[in-house]
C-alpha cells in the first residue's frame, strides 16, 4: 500500500511569490491534516479536510488556504510568501479523520522564501 | 485549550541504557495521547497512542509509555537505547470531545544514543 505522497519534495521561492502544495493521502483515507514544522515553533496545526470540507483551522493568517478534491487529495496554497512562511510542510491523512485515529505523514515539503 | 509540553528539548542516553522522555498535558477531560517519532528528513510516525484501556500501552521498537491521570502525564521508556533510536520524539493530544481530528504536538525532545 503507498504511503502518504507529498509533491515537490523541495522548492525555493521568493518573497510575495505564492506556492502551492500537494498531498495525496493514503488510498482509503478520508481525512488529510497539514502541519506547519519549524525549529522554533515546532510543528504547528494549519487545517483538515474530510470529504472535501474544512473542518477546523489553525491560527494561521488567510494567506494559507487549502482544499481538498472529491479523490480525498489536497493541496494547500500560501500567497504573499514571506520570509517565515520558509519551513517543511507535513500532510498527514487518516482513515476517518477520528480524534483516536493515527496520523500517517508524508515526508514533507520544504518550502524556502528568500 | 489543550496543550503540551515535554520537559528537555534534548535528551542524551548510551546504548543499553534506560530512556526517559517525558511528556505533561494540559486538558479539563484526559485526552487521547500519542507519541510519534521522527527520523531525519523524514514525516512522523506513530509509536503508541492512548485512548482508554491500559493504561500502560506497548508500542513498536520496544517503547511503551504510562498514562497517570493524577500527575497528567503520558512519559515515553524503553529500557535498553540502541543506536537507531537516536530522533526525534513528540507527545501529542487530541481532544476526545470532539468529532474531529486534530491534533496538538509537543515540541519535541531530541533524542541522542552514545555509542
Known amino acids: 500500500k503507498a504511503g502518504v505522497t507529498q509533491t515537490p519534495r523541495y522548492l525555493i521561492k521568493t518573497r510575495g511569490q505564492q506556492v502551492t502544495l500537494s498531498c495525496s493521502p493514503i488510498?482509503?483515507?478520508?481525512?488529510v491534516s497539514w502541519y506547519q514544522q519549524t525549529p522554533g515553533q515546532g510543528l504547528q496545526f494549519l487545517f483538515e479536510?474530510?470529504?472535501?470540507?474544512?473542518?477546523n483551522k489553525g491560527n494561521f493568517p488567510g494567506r494559507f488556504s487549502g482544499r481538498q478534491f472529491s479523490n480525498s487529495r489536497s493541496e494547500m496554497n500560501v500567497s504573499t510568501l514571506e520570509l517565515g512562511d520558509s519551513a517543511l510542510y507535513l500532510c498527514?491523512?487518516?482513515?476517518?479523520?477520528?480524534?483516536?485515529?493515527?496520523?500517517?505523514f508524508g515526508e514533507g515539503s520544504r518550502l524556502t522564501v528568500l | 485549550a489543550q496543550s503540551v509540553t515535554q520537559l528537555g528539548s534534548h535528551v542524551s542516553v548510551s546504548e543499553g541504557a534506560l530512556v526517559l522522555l517525558r511528556c505533561n498535558y494540559s486538558s479539563s477531560v484526559p485526552p487521547y495521547l500519542f507519541w510519534y517519532v521522527q527520523y531525519p528528513n523524514q514525516g512522523l510516525q506513530l509509536l503508541l497512542k492512548y485512548t482508554s484501556a491500559a493504561t500502560l500501552v506497548k508500542g513498536i521498537n520496544g517503547f511503551e509509555a504510562e498514562f497517570k491521570k493524577s500527575e497528567t502525564s503520558f512519559h515515553l521508556t524503553k529500557p535498553s537505547a540502541h543506536m537507531s533510536d537516536a530522533a526525534e520524539y513528540f507527545c501529542?493530544?487530541?481532544?476526545?470531545?470532539?468529532?474531529?481530528?486534530?491534533?496538538?504536538f509537543g515540541p519535541g525532545t531530541s533524542l541522542s544514543v552514545i555509542p
Open positions: 501529542a493530544v487530541s481532544d476526545r470531545k470532539t468529532s474531529y481530528d486534530k491534533v496538538i
Open positions: 498527514a491523512s487518516s482513515l476517518d479523520g477520528r480524534p483516536d485515529g493515527e496520523l500517517f
Open positions: 488510498s482509503g483515507h478520508r481525512s
Open positions: 479536510y474530510f470529504s472535501e470540507t474544512q473542518r
